[in-house]
């Protein structure tokens, strides 16, 4: 069955970066999208970003341009996104999701979330 | 302000039909792009509800549905359920942010 399983809580400084990482399994890793979602306490979900794992190829959502990173390693099907320059709005949930390799993709599993603190 | 609108909360009793409303533009919906939904129970992840506007994944029942028409598209649940009562959320293209979009979100209130 597919899982996608991430890594766990973090706490970080204003300023400091963060990687989350997404393994999965029960399915071909090259095979589809993974994507990045956040939610902020008591708000909706958005859009961060896209990773083709077999291609390396990214999208990123305008609003995260230049802070975010998203990268793969096919060796142990791992996804993993990095943000930096974190604020205190960046504390949230991060969800990685499956989709497949089109354009307007739905998310068809998703991760368990992680919680990203960010605090002086 | 999130690009796609919908209503921040619905409620039904039990037993009863509700819709969700999710309205977009002409470089969103309105574009042919295909439209989405979630359901998040409270504390977890979204769960894929319908995707391709109108096709359900397996093991989501029937009571639930899905269709676009023109700038919006709308979901709609019959024989409504106490845990029903979730957040839903949904999700389309935009081609002048060149990303995908969510709506904000509904609340789904049962009586």
């Known amino acids: 069955q597919v899982q996608l399983v991430q890594s766990g809580a973090e706490v970080k400084k204003p300023g400091a970066s963060v990687k989350v990482s997404c393994k999965a399994s029960?399915?071909?890793?090259?095979?589809?999208?993974m994507h990045w979602v956040r939610q902020a306490p008591g708000q909706g979900l958005e859009w961060m970003g896209r990773?083709?794992?077999?291609?390396?190829?990214?999208n990123y959502a305008q609003n995260f341009q230049g802070r975010v990173t998203m990268t793969r390693d096919r060796s142990i099907s791992t996804a993993y996104m990095e943000l930096s320059s974190l604020r205190s709005d960046d504390t949230a949930v991060y969800y990685c999701?499956?989709?497949?390799?089109?354009?307007?993709?739905?998310?068809?599993?998703w991760g368990q979330g992680t919680l990203v603190t960010v605090s002086s | 302000q999130s690009v796609l609108t919908q209503p921040p909360s619905v409620s039904g009793a039990p037993g009863q039909r509700v819709t969700i409303s999710c309205t977009g533009s002409?470089?969103?919906?309105?574009?042919?792009?295909?439209v989405h939904w979630y359901q998040q129970l409270p504390g977890t992840a979204p769960k894929l509800l319908i995707y391709?506007?109108?096709n359900r994944p397996s093991g989501v029942p029937d009571r639930f549905s899905g269709s676009k028409s023109g700038t919006s598209a709308s979901l709609a649940i019959t024989g409504l359920q106490a845990d029903d009562e979730a957040d839903y959320y949904c999700?389309?293209?935009?081609?002048?942010?060149?990303?995908?979009?969510f709506g904000g979100g509904t609340k789904l209130t049962v009586l």
């Open positions: 990773i083709n794992p077999n291609t390396s190829g990214r």
């Open positions: 999700q389309s293209y935009d081609s002048s942010l060149s990303g995908l979009v």
């Open positions: 002409s470089s969103n919906i309105g574009a042919g792009y295909d």
């Open positions: 391709g506007n109108s």
């Open positions: 029960g399915y071909t890793f090259t095979g589809y999208y």
């Open positions: 999701a499956r989709g497949p390799l089109r354009v307007v993709a739905e998310f068809d599993y």
